[in-house]
Antibody
Framework: QVQLVQSGAEVKKPGASVKVSCKAS????????INWVRQATGQGLEWMGW????????GYAQKFQGRVTMTRNTSISTAYMELSSLRSEDTAVYYC???????????????????WGQGTMVTVSS | DIQMTQSPSSLSASVGDRVTITCRAS??????LNWYQQKPGKAPKLLIY???SLQSGVPSRFSGSGSGTDFTLTISSLQPEDFATYYC?????????FGQGTRLEIK
């Protein structure tokens, strides 16, 4: 079935980097953008950025510019999100999500995240 | 960035009730609005896309409406499995901002 499977939990020290993977299966990996969303404990959802697995093009939220890098390896249908200069406020669950391009009567009407990974807990602590 | 504001932030209701959650955008987003449901410890699940289109496999008791800046998610008859947190999200422009969430609890 169509799914995204993420790598396991990470514990990092402040200032370090973390790289989370997201392996796609059940569909053509290069046909859909991958987005990354994070959620601190008890908090809401925060969009971090997107990547086109076909071209490698990316777009990041201003908040994470300079600290986040999204890449992919198409040979193994896997997307990656690396966040550097970690601080305690980066402690959160990180999700990858497939972006379904919505087209109604031939008109593009945005994207929606139809398939999500199970989440990866990243804890930043000294 | 476009700000998304949901109301109420929390809501208590009973099985069988009709429930409406509102989402307001800080500027017009046409129909570029999605709704997600999230249960504790789980990833969000897409319910509604493009303001009013029901995602495949989602029960028909869920419906969405609105355009421009004001949107609603309605659950026509609450079921026990519907108690969760609901988020709206705009896909009109990046960043694809989410509302703060509405926690739906059992009365």
């Amino acid at each position: 079935q169509v799914q995204l499977v993420q790598s396991g939990a990470e514990v990092k020290k402040p200032g370090a980097s973390v790289k989370v993977s997201c392996k796609a299966s059940g569909y053509t990996f290069t046909s859909y953008d991958i987005n990354w969303v994070r959620q601190a404990t008890g908090q809401g959802l925060e969009w971090m950025g997107w990547m086109n697995p076909n071209s490698g093009n990316t777009g990041y939220a201003q908040k994470f510019q300079g600290r986040v890098t999204m890449t992919r390896n198409t040979s193994i249908s896997t997307a990656y999100m690396e966040l550097s200069s970690l601080r305690s406020e980066d402690t959160a669950v990180y999700y990858c999500a497939r972006a379904l391009r919505i087209t109604i009567f031939g008109v593009v009407t945005g994207d929606a995240f139809d398939i999500w990974g199970q989440g990866t807990m990243v804890t930043v602590s000294s | 960035d476009i700000q998304m504001t949901q109301s109420p932030s929390s809501l208590s209701a009973s099985v069988g009730d009709r429930v409406t959650i509102t989402c307001r955008a800080s500027q017009s987003i046409s129909s570029y609005l999605n709704w997600y449901q999230q249960k504790p410890g789980k990833a969000p699940k897409l319910l509604i896309y493009a303001a009013s289109s029901l995602q495949s496999g989602v029960p028909s008791r869920f419906s969405g409406s609105g355009s421009g800046t004001d949107f609603t998610l309605t659950i026509s008859s609450l079921q026990p499995e519907d108690f969760a947190t609901y988020y709206c999200q705009q896909s009109y422009s990046t960043p694809g901002t989410f509302g703060q969430g509405t926690r739906l609890e059992i009365k």
